[in-house]
């Protein structure tokens, strides 16, 4: 079964970026849809942003125009570029293939 990874979480003031990573271990990798989610402490995991074999990209409302996800394929790796972050940004992001989730890192956003 396919394996995933995340990293690049960390502390960040409003305002500031981070780029968060998922590399997944298993094959298959380019037919995958694959997707960012997030989890705040309490709350739902909500869907932040995902991307097609093709590239074809989606976004929720309360990121777009301020993170992009991306996908190198030969390397298997998946990125979630986070720019102007807000303090409601803050949660364990999580990534997710199919039928598989990481483990999740946490992005914490406060000056």
């Known amino acids: 079964q396919v394996q995933l990874r995340e990293s690049g979480g960390g502390l960040v003031q409003p305002g500031g970026s981070l780029r968060l990573s998922c590399v997944s271990s298993g094959s298959i990798f380019m037919a995958f849809t694959m997707a960012w989610y997030r989890q705040a402490p309490g709350k739902q995991r909500e869907f932040v942003a995902s991307?097609?074999?093709?590239?074809?990209?989606d976004y929720s409302d309360s990121v777009k125009g301020r993170f992009t996800i991306s996908r190198e394929n030969a390397e298997k790796m998946v990125y979630l570029q986070m720019n102007s972050l807000k303090p409601e940004d803050t949660a364990v992001y999580y990534c997710k293939g199919p039928s598989v989730w990481g483990q999740g890192t946490q992005v914490t956003v406060s000056s």
């Open positions: 991307i097609n074999n093709l590239g074809g990209t």
